[in-house]
């Protein structure tokens, strides 16, 4: 078995070690003997083919990249489409998650987003940043990570990626991210999946079941590591509970 993952424009979109959501994904197929191929679409590539592809990883990154990513991402939209439609793995982060929306309101700019969900972004004067932590039913564990946008964005009909227990102060929202059909898309910076292993191993188990018809379900690994330091980062930001 071989997953396809697809970094797209690392060369500008890496804030905050994002890079590490990559290094994750591959560790934790290899520890399994699955092996992991990555490809990056860079500023310089040519061209992209998404039928090969099973993960496509967007990072984040600053206003001024993003527009010159979102410029590049406009000419593959379709590609881009279809490969959602295909019922793919796609996880964007922060600028990545933004561009995945219909527009990104930068003060008096409208920046054109790829319209793959129905969300929008609006800028605000005030930089949400800081440590955050979401609780999703899906997994044992809370959701751990950090965040630093200015931006807003407003999810219309779709699950969040997880509710809010510490973070996201200055917009009062209750809710982070979206998690639509094999869409994962968040502001958590961290990297997200090495500080969460349960939502990596998530998005594996997906791509993998929908490339092989055969497969089950990954094997489990030795996460007390991780799950030790998810335990003292909720304790020390949420008071002392048992998780």
């Given at each position: 078995m071989?997953?396809?993952?697809?970094?797209?424009?690392?060369?500008?979109l890496n804030?905050?070690?994002d890079?590490?959501?990559?290094?994750?994904?591959?560790?934790r197929?290899?520890?399994r003997?699955?092996?992991?191929?990555?490809?990056?679409?860079?500023?310089?590539?040519e061209?992209?083919?998404?039928n090969?592809?099973?993960?496509i990883f967007?990072?984040g990154?600053?206003d001024?990249?993003?527009k010159?990513?979102?410029?590049?991402?406009?000419?593959?939209?379709?590609?881009?489409?279809?490969y959602v439609e295909d019922?793919k793995?796609?996880?964007?982060?922060?600028?990545?998650y933004?561009?995945?929306?219909?527009?990104?309101?930068?003060?008096?700019e409208?920046l054109?987003?790829?319209?793959?969900?129905d969300?929008?972004t609006?800028?605000?004067?005030?930089?949400?940043?800081?440590n955050?932590?979401?609780?999703n039913?899906?997994?044992?564990n809370?959701i751990v990570?950090?965040?630093?946008?200015a931006?807003?964005?407003?999810?219309?009909?779709?699950k969040?990626?997880?509710k809010i227990?510490?973070?996201?102060?200055?917009?009062n929202?209750?809710?982070?991210?979206?998690?639509?059909?094999n869409?994962?898309?968040?502001?958590l910076?961290?990297?997200?999946l090495?500080k969460?292993?349960?939502?990596?191993?998530?998005?594996?188990?997906?791509a993998?079941?929908?490339?092989?018809e055969?497969?089950?379900?990954?094997?489990?690994?030795?996460d007390?590591l991780?799950i030790s330091?998810?335990?003292?980062f909720?304790?020390?930001?949420?008071?002392?509970r048992?998780?």
């Amino acid at each position: 078995m071989v997953v396809n993952i697809l970094h797209m424009y690392p060369d500008l979109l890496n804030l905050y070690s994002d890079r590490g959501n990559i290094e994750c994904m591959k560790r934790r197929l290899l520890w399994r003997n699955i092996d992991a191929n990555v490809i990056e679409l860079t500023t310089e590539s040519e061209n992209i083919d998404l039928n090969y592809v099973d993960i496509i990883f967007i990072g984040g990154g600053s206003d001024r990249e993003q527009k010159i990513v979102c410029e590049k991402l406009l000419c593959i939209k379709n590609k881009i489409r279809k490969y959602v439609e295909d019922q793919k793995v796609l996880l964007a982060v922060c600028g990545g998650y933004q561009l995945l929306g219909k527009y990104y309101k930068i003060k008096d700019e409208m920046l054109e987003g790829l319209g793959i969900l129905d969300i929008y972004t609006e800028s605000s004067d005030k930089r949400i940043i800081g440590n955050i932590i979401l609780e999703n039913e899906l997994f044992d564990n809370k959701i751990v990570g950090f965040e630093n946008h200015a931006g807003r964005t407003f999810n219309n009909c779709y699950k969040p990626f997880g509710k809010i227990l510490i973070g996201g102060c200055y917009n009062n929202f209750e809710f982070e991210g979206v998690m639509h059909e094999n869409i994962i898309g968040t502001y958590l910076h961290g990297p997200l999946l090495p500080k969460n292993p349960l939502v990596c191993d998530h998005l594996l188990n997906k791509a993998l079941k929908q490339k092989y018809e055969e497969f089950l379900s990954l094997s489990k690994l030795n996460d007390d590591l991780e799950i030790s330091a998810n335990s003292l980062f909720c304790k020390k930001f949420l008071g002392k509970r048992k998780f």
